[in-house]
């Protein structure tokens, strides 16, 4: 088994090593969804709404889709003051937003990082 591991960490399949910490334990009991959508006419300003999207803290996941929208983020915050000033402070100040709308998760029912691989 070590050796498959060791194997895999030499192709570049195993990216690293980390910690999963429990959210709510941390304090960040408020999970949400966040579509967001570009206006057409600041398209050309992508890779700068890409750029300012990574490097927000309370984006846990940020997604680029196909379709109707744009972005797909995964948010966690302390409580609704702190999504508040999230979006306020942060998201809104970002130009080219054009559209945003949250869902808040009320329950988890599957979160996991595992990808099963094929047996050697």
């Known amino acids: 088994m070590l050796e498959r591991v060791k194997r895999l ?3 570049g399949v195993i990216k ?3 910690a999963l ?3 709510e334990q941390t304090g960040f009991g408020l999970l949400a969804i966040i579509i967001i959508s570009l206006s057409l006419h ?3 300003s ?3 709404v890409k750029e300012r999207l990574v490097i927000l803290d309370e984006v846990l996941e940020c ?13 966690a915050v302390r409580d609704m003051p702190s999504y508040t000033a999230f979006i ?19 329950d988890t029912l599957k979160s996991t990082t595992t ?6």
């Open 9 to 11: 960490e030499a192709s």
């Open 16 to 18: 690293k090593y980390l």
């Open 21 to 23: 910490l429990d959210r």
């Open 42 to 44: 600041q398209i050309s």
């Open 46 to 48: 992508l890779q700068q």
């Open 63 to 75: 997604y680029q889709l196909t379709g109707d929208v744009d972005f797909m983020l995964k948010v």
């Open 88 to 106: 306020n402070d942060k998201l809104s100040s970002i130009p080219g937003i054009q559209n945003i709308r949250t869902s808040f998760v009320l």
């Open 115 to 120: 990808l099963r691989l094929k047996p050697e």
